[in-house]
Nanobody, 128 residues
Framework: QVQLVESGGGLVQAGGSLRLSCAAS????????MGWFRQAPEKEREFVAA????????LYADSVKGRFTISRDNAKNTVYLQMNSLKSEDTAVYFC?????????????????????WGQGTQVTVAS
């Protein structure tokens, strides 16, 4: 059983920064791509960013491109989401998730249905 635990959320002023972390259990973390998603009240869960199993490929939602950076440290079984220039519309619960496909040969998984394990989420609130 894989466990994903997010941390780093909180309240920040618009224009500020936060770094989210997602710590994963298990010995095969480096074989799987990871993604970040978010869900605002009364909205569907949406894709934010994803990174391939080796870290060489990334994908971002247009709404966060240029402001957010996803990275991973396979030695620490951790994936990060650096969020800069935060806006009020970034307010949401942020979830990390694991790609259901081991060693995805190309691309990264960009939709929720391609992920099989999810964390419990961490709240990010951006005050305008």
């Amino acid at each position: 059983q894989v466990q994903l635990v997010e941390s780093g959320g909180g309240l920040v002023q618009a224009g500020g920064s936060l770094r989210l972390s997602c710590a994963a259990s298990g010995r095969t973390f480096s074989n799987y791509g990871m993604g970040w998603f978010r869900q605002a009240p009364e909205k569907e869960r949406e894709f934010v960013a994803a990174i391939s199993w080796g870290g060489g490929r990334t994908l971002y939602a247009d709404s966060v491109k240029g402001r957010f950076t996803i990275s991973r440290d396979n030695a620490k079984n951790t994936v990060y989401l650096q969020m800069n220039s935060l806006k009020s519309e970034d307010t949401a619960v942020y979830f990390c998730a694991r790609d259901q496909l081991t060693v995805r040969p190309k691309g990264v998984a960009g939709t929720p249905n391609l992920y099989d394990y999810w964390g419990q989420g961490t709240q990010v609130t951006v005050a305008s």
